[in-house]
């Protein structure tokens, strides 16, 4: 079995309904397992109810410690540490040399450098990782560690396990709900993907996204499809949009409309298209279906190729 | 009274750049000066809707150790010190990955040959302007580069405690929004009556409470019929400062980049309102 296709659902800017468009691009589309990379807020799992069936813990980045009874004051570690994490005692208030976990970056640095030995490095908060059934198949999802770093990390988890679950269950697609923004955890999820979709909105704010986004999937060289949703907003944005995206050779996969009743099927813990036959279930619809014919495209040109390595 | 007031979401989209755009706005009046600060380096909007003049920009610089191949023997002192797996030693040689790099300089110290030194390598930019008395600060991370919170860092410590500063925070509640809303005094939640909304806000509320930073919610797009969000709010004791409804009309200012405040007058003055009550909260909230 051959790695499986990913398609990362991404948007920059938050809040354009990348989310809601996953869930109903999940429900028409069979062959795959789903992967909730956005792990610092994941909702993926308020439409699916899923049941899970593993469920794995995810280590927290470690953070310094200073044992006060070997710590000599000597003033090494607040020396070497580049992040201000290490905290010096006040003159006269006979405290010692502590860390700011929250500023610590977890280098370990000045473990290394502490003379007496009395800085050892500490397992940080943890988060969770799960793999889940639900009624739209495979889900594998996550949950951060309250202020918990490195999602990064934790997106190449989630992403490594649905990759697996794909091959065991013999799906031949994963589709990921990406983070929003352009940093780390969407880095993480975005490399090595095979087709991403932006998901945007015709505003001033979303052009500017757009643009940061298209960039980035540009960068790493993943084949990028756009969706402009909310396009009754401003019929003048998304004119502008449509002619940057034909110049750019970017095949616009579908315009969905502005409607409450995407927000009215979400209070319902269903996605747009179980809930109603309305207008936008019909976009959402068509936008998912042209997804699926990009990613069965692009999946016979990666067999008829050689897969790319990891 | 001086204060640091962070709007911030959980979830992206909620309209956290309209609430800190459109109080900043609503306070110019109020103010000799104040500040506003775009620490969403990553999708950075607070100028798309407060317009500032830019001034200029500033780069954002990350210290990338170098190796001199000549000194290098491949001892491994480097990669055994690395805690990010930045380092690797191929035949006798050290390499070094400038995206896993967290700058510690532990490489440097470690390294007996004295054979790695540093260089500055750009990584984003802050950019400085302002509108009327607001002075405005932003953020921006180059794309391809995956580290905010060095950016967020560079930003806050530009910033000018002399006045009153609105803090425009990433979505998310990973490092760059704990690098955001750290040393802040209170924060605005926004956030919207749908399942996602509420889910986000309460992932929010735990990271603000873990720090100890006082907080109060705007509820956004209100369609009046959600009462979760109050159910919520009273639960965990947290006050509602506000409500902006629903309407098409608001969502199609936006789209053109046009601030609430400039969309009816009466939001100049329910934005001083809220910065009232965001007052009397912090002088009801015990110091830190
Ligand atoms: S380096 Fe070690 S001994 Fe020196 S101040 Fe730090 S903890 Fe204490
Ligand atoms: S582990 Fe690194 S960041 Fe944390 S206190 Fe030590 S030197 Fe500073
Ligand atoms: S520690 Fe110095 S000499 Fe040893 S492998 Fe690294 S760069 Fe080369
Ligand atoms: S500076 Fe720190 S993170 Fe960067 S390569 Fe050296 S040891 Fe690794």
């Known amino acids: ?310 | 009274m001086i204060s640091k007031i962070v709007v911030a979401s959980g979830k992206g989209g909620t309209g956290k750049t309209t609430v800190a755009v459109a109080l900043a706005l609503a306070l110019r009046d109020e103010m000799d000066r104040l500040q506003f600060m775009d620490c969403d380096v990553e999708e950075p909007n607070g100028a798309v809707l407060l317009q500032p003049a830019i001034d200029g920009d500033v780069p954002v610089a990350l210290k990338t150790p170098k190796v001199d191949p000549s000194r290098c023997t491949g001892c491994e002192k480097c990669r055994e010190v690395c805690a990010f797996n930045a380092i690797a030693v191929v035949n006798k040689q050290a390499m070094v990955f400038d995206n896993l790099c967290h700058s510690c300089g532990g490489c440097i110290l470690a390294c007996p040959e004295d054979a790695i030194s540093e260089a500055d390598r750009v990584i984003g930019r802050i950019e400085f302007g302002h509108r009327d008395n607001i002075e405005f600060l932003s953020g921006v991370l180059n794309v391809s580069e995956a580290m905010a919170t060095p950016i967020i860092r560079a930003l806050k410590a530009k910033g000018n405690d002399e006045m009153l500063t609105i803090i425009d925070a990433p979505p998310g509640t990973a490092c760059p929004v704990i690098a955001t809303v750290k040393d802040c005094d209170y924060c605005i939640l926004v956030t919207e009556p749908t399942p996602f909304g509420i889910y986000d806000l309460d992932l929010m509320f735990q990271v603000v409470s873990e720090l100890g930073i006082p907080a109060g919610i705007v509820v956004n797009k209100d369609d009046g019929a959600n009462l979760d969000i109050d159910a919520y709010a009273g639960d965990n004791n947290i006050p509602i400062l506000m409500r902006i409804p629903l309407k098409l009309e608001i969502a199609v200012h936006y789209s053109k980049g046009v601030p609430l405040t400039q969309v009816d007058e009466h939001w100049d003055a329910e934005f001083r309102n809220l910065y009232g009550k965001v007052r009397s909260e912090l002088c009801q909230s015990p110091s830190r």
């Open chain 1, 1 to 310: 079995m051959p790695k499986p296709f990913e398609i990362v659902v991404i948007s920059g800017k938050g809040g354009t309904g990348k989310t809601v468009f996953t869930s109903c691009l999940a429900s028409i589309f069979q062959d795959k397992v789903v992967a909730d990379c956005d792990v610092d807020a994941p909702d993926l799992h308020l439409l699916f109810t899923p049941l899970v069936k593993r469920q794995e813990v995810f280590p927290g980045t470690p953070h310094a410690s200073i044992d006060p009874d070997k710590c000599t004051s000597c003033d090494r570690c607040f020396q070497v540490c580049r992040f201000g994490a290490v905290v010096p005692p006040e003159s006269g208030t006979g405290t010692i040399y502590r860390i700011d976990d929250l500023a610590c970056e977890g280098c370990a640095v000045c473990e290394w450098t502490c003379p007496a030995g009395a800085i050892s490095m500490v397992a940080g908060p943890s988060g969770k990782w799960f793999v889940s059934d639900t009624r739209f198949g495979t889900l594998v999802h996550a949950k951060l560690g309250v202020a918990q770093e490195n999602s990064g990390k934790l997106v190449t988890v989630v992403r490594e396990e649905a990759r697996k679950a794909a091959i065991e269950k013999g799906c031949r697609f994963v589709v990921i709900d990406g983070p929003p923004g352009i940093g780390c955890p969407v880095i993480a999820s975005v490399a090595g993907a095979d087709l991403a979709v932006a998901v945007t909105e015709p505003t001033l704010s979303g052009v500017h996204d757009l643009e940061r986004v298209l960039e980035l999937t540009s960068h790493f060289g993943v084949k990028t499809g756009v969706i402009i949703n909310k396009f009754d907003l401003n019929g003048e944005i998304v004119l502008k949009m449509e002619q940057f995206l034909e110049s750019a050779g970017i095949p616009l996969l579908g315009k969905i409309r502005f409607d409450t009743t995407v927000n009215r099927a979400i209070g319902e813990g269903r996605t747009v298209i179980e809930y109603s036959e309305s207008e936008v279930a019909r976009e959402m619809t068509l936008a998912a279906e042209e997804t699926i014919a990009l990613a069965n495209q692009g999946l016979d040109v990666k067999a008829s190729t050689e897969s790319r390595g990891d």
